[in-house]
Nanobody, 123 residues
Framework: QVQLVESGGGLVQPGGSLRLSCAAS????????MGWYRRAPGKQRELVAA???????NYADSVKGRFAISRDSAKNTVYLQMNSLKPEDTAVYYC?????????????????WGQGTQVTVSS
């Protein structure tokens, strides 16, 4: 099993910044992709940003130029720097990581999700 632990959410005023972190633990062999998703009240979950093992990134149009995803492969951690936050960014943010893990039977693929962290943008 691979567990993800998220941190960094909270309440911030419009125009403010927050940094989310998501650390993976377990018998990890390699992580291929990491990403952040969010679910706002009454809406479906959507992709916010993703990053591959070679550093290629992808962003939702609504956050381009304001959010930045990065990873520390040595720590199996992915970050989401959120700047110029808007009230419409209010949501529960979830981290997702996928890759391969080591088992007694060899390497197996995994996909894990974090527990979610609340981000509220309000004055």
């Amino acid at each position: 099993q691979v567990q993800l632990v998220e941190s960094g959410g909270g309440l911030v005023q419009p125009g403010g910044s927050l940094r989310l972190s998501c650390a993976a633990s377990g018998s990890i062999f390699a992580i291929s992709a990491m990403g952040w998703y969010r679910r706002a009240p009454g809406k479906q979950r959507e992709l916010v940003a993703a990053i591959t093992s070679v550093g290629s990134t992808n962003y939702a149009d609504s956050v381009k130029g304001r959010f930045a995803i990065s990873r520390d492969s040595a720590k199996n951690t992915v970050y989401l720097q959120m700047n110029s936050l808007k009230p419409e960014d209010t949501a529960v943010y979830y981290c997702r990581q996928e890759g391969t893990r080591a088992t007694m039977r060899g390497q197996l693929g995994f996909e894990s999700w974090g527990q979610g962290t609340q981000v509220t943008v309000s004055s």
